[in-house]
């Protein structure tokens, strides 16, 4: 075969200018050269830019005949043919010949944009809710071409090319279409293989190469430190849950048990014989659902699983927001281990970040050349406190990325919900800033009016399109409405995290019991405000990292005190009103504070006073699950009455749980000193036989074994502005669940 001399060139159809900044990869509309035009002097022209080619051959597009040699008209391997007798334009193909290997291309310049207008329209109006079922990359076949699609938003680019390991990471070779109205960058590129590695090569307006950028919509990415993404074609999975979706979709959670178990799938279980290495997506599917379904939780809640650089963030600066972490496996597998859950009935929850990005030089900072995903004011575009930028809530476009991915997890992943991170860093412009570092809005206010209006958006939108789901707020502040209705003047969300309660009872919990007399508040003040939201009361990793203890660490006393006070403590939690949620480690009194870095320290089991708490919490969801007084009316003034709330000296507080009509009432008495009581009266409301349904310090939970018996009767003694009441055994630092059985034994006085 006769090669292009490498000096020389053929003249050319375009103009040297034209052909300079074409070759440099600075030319804004390659699509209008590169492929088949019309010939200036009529007729047709092909033109193909492969700078690694030595010789270009033009074949039929259907019968593989060759039609002609292309003409190098430039050193950097720009070719031409020019057919002048061709007016009609047809399908072809390219075998190109260097580095001795001859191979048959596709033209990806030969196929027309495959975009809808009506996906541009709204994406650009900032209500598009589906973008990652067209932008990012996506298998297609056109005219009978497998290849992939490749779609990405940079309005201010001068041009933008798809490079990875299928073109040398050369920038030539696929220069995008530019959609000038939408400032959206397309390009369908032929024989792109699944797991293909990409990124996208950006010149800003200024025409200055931009470090390389990982494309947002990425559905699979590189293993961390890498920072590719990777095509992924195949998107059909065979899941096998619509039963759960369906029961899902009737509702009802608020007056449903919810007993959720936060994990960190880096740190739950590691294989140290393996290298320290994580568990596969697979491999939890194995041990933490048997695990989680053993200790009857409800849902699992993950710590953020979108690809993130740096394990020391725990997920939450990621950069691929829809790409589930590769460290532990494929997205299928991803979807495996969810659709295990549900066949199994296990409710999964996902930690969402719209909050804020990551700084790093491949993620969405600067995407190209200008603030696109982050505000350009730093006043609202930094997070000073963990030096991350913040979306522009004000940027439809935006809305539409972050919209998507919120809808993304529930519709491709079948999550149950998304608990949103930082909702108090969204909603107040001076969060964690200095006077004169933050602009009050247009009315003057602190309030970040277009964050707000985004989480609104979000809310509304998801509970609309999948009635049943869970969206969850961590909200530290008073805000008011976080979980009303929007159009009750609320945000949205159906649960918010109680901060409050959680700061108030654990600096209780970790005052001596001598002194607790003079902080009883501390345990009380939470049912001041108990239904002014519907709310999670959360024990999450928050509480046991950065020299806060871990939840055993916090308890005072001797080692005997110190579990007995947790398993008190537990048993006063899952009593108290509002839906329940324990990071992994503390089901069992882990010793040490939690380490991203390695597995929980599941060799404390062996010891009994470990198991103990470990087996407490195991029975506190066995019988919060059962008794529906504990859950049914969490949101409902009507479902909680105080029967001792005053009883500071002793350190002692009894209340009851109603579950409305037909629902047997559940007394709950909590003893936080060391001190025994026997003959301790309490009021009751109904006559009859109180089953010890549970009693924190059973010998089976390391406890002392102090208690009543399995039973006390009424006597017909008024007490706590009670009609009857019961006399008992309060064991040290316990608590007590009891539930009305029946009047049948009768009442004595």
């Not at 403590?569 to 009593?575: D, E, N, R, V």
């Not at 008794?627 to 009851?656: C, E, K, V």
């Not at 006390?712 to 055994?729: C, F, G, I, K, Y």
């Not at 630092?733 to 049948?744: H, I, M, N």
């Amino acid at each position: 075969m006769t090669k292009q001399p490498a000096t020389n060139p053929a003249p050319a159809t375009l103009g040297p200018e034209t052909i300079a900044t074409l070759v440099a990869g600075h030319y804004d509309d390659v699509f209008g050269v590169l492929g088949m035009h019309d010939h200036p002097d009529g007729g047709l022209v092909v033109r193909c830019l492969l700078p690694w080619a030595e010789s270009v051959e033009l074949l039929d597009g259907k019968s593989g005949r060759k039609l002609g040699d292309l003409q190098k008209v430039h050193k950097s391997g720009l070719y031409e043919l020019s057919f002048k007798r061709r007016r009609n334009r047809f399908a072809y193909r390219f075998r190109a010949t260097g580095w001795q290997a001859s191979v048959e291309l596709e033209d990806p310049y030969r196929f027309s944009s495959c975009l809808a207008e009506s996906d541009l329209y709204l994406f650009n109006e900032g209500t598009q809710e589906k973008t990652y079922r067209w932008m990012g990359s996506h298998a297609k076949c056109l005219d009978g071409v497998d290849g992939v699609h490749f779609v990405v938003w940079a309005p201010a680019a001068r041009r933008v090319s798809v490079v990875g390991d299928f073109n040398g990471w050369d920038g030539r070779q696929h220069m995008m279409r530019k959609h000038p109205a939408a400032g959206v960058w397309d390009i369908f590129i032929p024989g792109v293989q699944d797991f293909a590695l990409y990124k996208y090569e950006i010149l800003d307006g200024d025409g200055h190469l931009l470090p390389l950028k990982a494309d947002p919509y990425a559905r699979s990415m590189q293993h961390p430190p890498e920072t590719a993404s990777r095509v992924l074609k195949s998107e059909s999975f065979p899941w096998c849950d619509s039963e759960w979706l369906a029961c899902r979709e009737r509702g009802g959670q608020l007056q449903q048990p919810v007993s959720i178990y936060e994990v960190n799938l880096a740190s739950w279980r590691r294989v140290p014989e393996e290298g320290n290495r994580y568990l596969s997506y697979a491999e939890l599917a194995d041990q933490l659902i048997p695990y989680v379904l053993d200790m009857d939780f409800t849902h699992i809640q993950l710590m953020p699983v979108s690809e993130f650089p740096f394990d020391g963030s725990w997920g939450y600066q990621p950069i691929g927001l829809y790409a589930p972490s590769i460290r532990f496996g494929t997205p299928d597998e991803f979807k495996g281990f969810i659709n295990q859950c549900h066949k199994r009935g296990l409710g999964v929850l996902l930690d969402w970040v719209p909050g804020h990005f990551p700084t790093d030089i491949h993620g969405l900072g600067r995407f190209d050349g200008t603030c696109l995903y982050e505000h350009m004011d730093k006043r609202k575009g930094f997070h000073p406190d963990w030096n991350t930028l913040i979306y522009n809530y004000g940027r439809r476009e935006v809305i539409s990325y972050l919209l998507s991915n919120a809808n993304f997890w529930i519709e491709e992943y079948h999550i149950d919900g998304l608990r949103v991170d930082a909702v108090a860093s969204m909603l107040y412009l001076d969060y964690s800033r200095e006077h004169g570092e933050w602009e009050p809005n247009e009315q003057g206010g602190r309030e970040n009016l277009e964050a707000i209006e985004f989480l609104r958006t979000v809310n509304t939108r998801l509970y609309q399109s999948h009635p049943g789901i869970l969206m969850i707020a961590e909200e530290s502040t008073a805000w008011p409405g976080v979980s009303k209705p929007v159009d009750q003047g609320g945000l949205g969300f159906g649960l918010k995290w109680n901060m409050g309660w959680m700061n108030d009872t654990l600096r209780y919990m970790e005052r001596d019991p001598i002194y607790r007399q003079h902080h009883q508040n501390e345990m009380t003040f939470g049912i001041m405000y108990a239904w002014s939201e519907h709310f999670i009361l959360p024990l999450s990793h928050d509480e046991v990292v950065h020299g806060k203890h871990s939840l055993i660490d916090k308890m005072p006393g001797d080692d005997w005190q110190k579990f007995a006070n947790l398993r008190a403590y537990l048993g006063f939690m899952w009593a108290h009103p509002g839906k329940k949620l324990l990071f992994m480690g503390g089901e069992f009194g882990q010793y040490h504070e939690w380490n991203h870095d390695k597995s929980l320290d599941w060799h404390l089991l062996r010891e009994q006073k470990h198991r103990g708490v470990q087996s407490l919490v195991r029975d506190l969801n066995r019988t919060y699950r059962s008794l529906s007084a504990l859950y049914r009316l969490d949101s409902d003034p009507a479902g909680f009455q105080w029967l001792q709330l005053n009883n500071h000296q002793l350190s002692i507080l009894a209340w009851i749980r109603w579950g409305g009509e037909s629902t047997p009432p559940v007394v709950i008495i909590s003893n936080f000193t060391p001190e025994t009581y026997r003959d301790y009266r309490a009021g009751v409301p109904w006559p009859g036989r109180y089953i010890e349904r549970l009693n924190t310090d059973g010998c089976e939970y390391g406890g002392s074994g102090q208690g009543n018996g399995g039973a006390v009767v009424t006597r017909d003694t008024p007490w706590d502005d009670q009609p009857q009441s019961l006399q008992l055994t309060l064991p040290p630092l316990a608590t007590l669940v009891l539930e009305w059985q029946s009047p049948d034994t009768g009442s004595i006085s």
